[in-house]
Every structure is written in structure tokens, then in C-alpha cells.
């Protein structure tokens, strides 16, 4: 369980088995994971998921073609 940033609710994490990790995130140029709904923006909080050494990794494969930008504007 996490909780939401935006709101304070209290929900469980994304499962990435259950459910579309694209219907909670999206994933900018930077290497940014950015939740787009409240079990998403649990989710990045509770999991430290733009710390910089998961972050630079995504931006890393992002750059190099790896990972596709889901929204490549931020």
C-alpha cells in the first residue's frame, strides 16, 4: 500500500502482472516516471521510482533507443 501524492489515499501498488504499466505512466526524455493516476503516483513515490540511479538509468536507455519516451516533452 502507498499513498497518493495529489490526493492522500491510500492504495495498493501497480502490478505490473494485473495491469498496463502505460495506463499509469508515462516515461519522459529525462528517464522521468511520471504517474498519471492515483495507484501510478503512489506507486513512483513508494518505490523512489526518479531517484537518480533508476532515473539515469531510463534516460540512458532512452537515449540509446532502448526505452521509448512516452512523453517526450518533459
Known sequence: ???????????PL???LQQ????????????RC?????VG???VEALAMNADLP???RFLQ??????AATNPSN
Open 41 to 43: 503516483r503512489a506507486t
Open 62 to 67: 532512452v537515449r540509446s533507443g532502448l526505452l
Open 14 to 16: 501497480l502490478h505490473p
Open 55 to 57: 532515473r539515469m538509468a
Open 34 to 38: 511520471l504517474g498519471i493516476t492515483a
Open 20 to 31: 498496463n504499466w502505460h495506463a499509469h505512466f508515462v516515461l519522459t526524455d529525462e528517464g
Open 1 to 11: 500500500m502507498a499513498t497518493d501524492p495529489l490526493t492522500g489515499a491510500v492504495l
